[in-house]
């Protein structure tokens, strides 16, 4: 810890829900529910019904997802589907559970899914479970163009069941301290810069191909992306400058973002930076005050000129609850229970969709972009040439 730096006792993280839910469909008319329409839901226990839920694929998020469940008592762990099916059967038996032979099997059995497949078949997965009239959390992105999103959207919307985007950054402690500093007004950001870079496009073996992942924005930058939007806002508009260094995807952005507030704020990604420490990281700053985040292991801040540096330190805590995945699942599960609103919408997820192909269709066209004018036909991820 550095001279004159003090290490603050932990302060009191309470969850802080977004209540908006409602917004545009496609057409651009208001679609679904008021935002307090889960107060008028009945819990699935008044119905004389379990918690049962299914997992659809069994890769790393997956079991993450499953270990954290396996140990909430509000619901059973009850079935499991890949598309390689030893590897269902493999989770099945470290967590007890049913593996399905195929997803029509599991929506039969269970009544809440959770959607951990690869990034290309969150629609299809996703309005399938809709279709079955059951609850979905789905993983990060929530759709890969804005097409896509704009038909999830207004199904989810429509659906009467509660849809969760697995935007898990959201709830990790660093964050929560920020958020509760700007919500406050500890905090009042007059500038901001944020960086998230990836270390390579090497492992996972498929994660360098855009026709998996949607694009570099929509592996590990649309964290960033959700969360700009989380801690400060509507975008107005974006300007963006890219390159390509590899496999011919734009891997490499520079990032200006103008926020409906009159707040500016920069954003670098990069995807071939190494796993130096910090990846990624939140610079916010105030009047004579700074804020400064190092991954999800701790935030420090400076209030005044002759303040010292407080910082608070998560780097003990487990991987699931320093990166929020406890409690994005503890918050689903309040919401199926009626306890709680859904903390990250399929509003929240078609604007993070919005604002990243807003910063695609700048980054081609070399020109400013608002989120609420990008063309439904972008092709995003792909350069011919360095720009």
């Known amino acids: 810890m550095a001279t004159g730096e003090r290490q603050a006792p932990l302060p009191q993280l309470n969850p802080l829900p977004d209540l908006d839910c409602v917004g ?3 057409e651009g008319a208001s679609v679904g529910p008021s935002v307090d329409w889960w107060r008028e839901q009945p819990a699935l226990e008044k ?10 694929g069994a890769g790393g ?3 993450i997802h499953a270990a954290i469940l396996a140990k909430d008592s509000r619901i059973q762990l009850h079935s499991f589907f890949d598309v390689e099916a030893t590897r269902a059967q493999s989770i099945a038996s470290r ?4 593996a399905a032979r195929s997803l029509e099997e599991l929506l039969q059995q269970c009544n809440a899914v959770f959607v951990c497949t690869p990034n290309t078949t969150h629609e299809e997965v996703a309005i399938k479970v809709l279709e079955a009239g059951k609850h979905v959390f789905c993983e990060k992105p929530f759709a890969l163009n804005l097409k896509s999103a704009a038909r999830l959207h207004d199904r989810a919307m429509r659906s009467g069941v509660i ?3 697995g935007h898990n950054r959201r709830f990790a402690p660093v964050y929560k301290v920020l958020k509760q500093a700007i919500e406050s007004s500890e905090l009042q950001p007059l500038s901001v810069h944020a960086k998230m870079n990836r270390g390579e496009l090497v492992n996972p073996p498929w994660v360098w191909n855009a026709s998996l992942t949607g694009g570099f924005l929509y592996e590990t930058p649309v964290h960033m992306f959700d969360l700009m939007t989380f801690f400060f806002g509507r975008v107005e508009w974006v300007e963006v400058s890219a390159r390509s260094h590899g496999h011919g995807e734009l891997d490499d952005f520079s990032i200006l973002l103008s926020f409906e507030s009159g707040l500016q704020a920069t954003m670098k990604t990069y995807a071939h930076a190494s796993w130096h420490f910090p990846f990624e990281r939140f610079e916010v700053y105030g009047m004579h005050s700074t804020y400064e985040t190092f991954e999800m292991e701790r935030i420090s801040f400076t209030k005044g000129l002759e303040s010292r540096t407080t910082s608070y330190d998560f780097s003990l805590a487990s991987m699931h609850e320093k990166w929020g995945y406890i409690e994005e699942d503890r918050l689903f599960v309040d919401a199926l229970e009626g306890k709680s609103p859904v903390p990250v919408t399929a509003e929240d997820g078609y604007n993070v969709v919005q604002l990243i192909e807003a910063c695609y269709q700048s980054a081609r066209d070399g020109r400013r972009m608002s989120p609420g004018l990008v063309s439904k036909k972008s092709a995003a991820p792909f350069a011919t040439q360095k720009r």
């Open 24 to 26: 545009p469909s496609s």
């Open 47 to 56: 119905w004389g019904m379990s918690f049962k839920i299914g997992i659809v």
């Open 61 to 63: 998020i997956g079991g």
């Open 95 to 98: 967590f007890g559970g049913h």
């Open 163 to 165: 849809y969760q985007v």
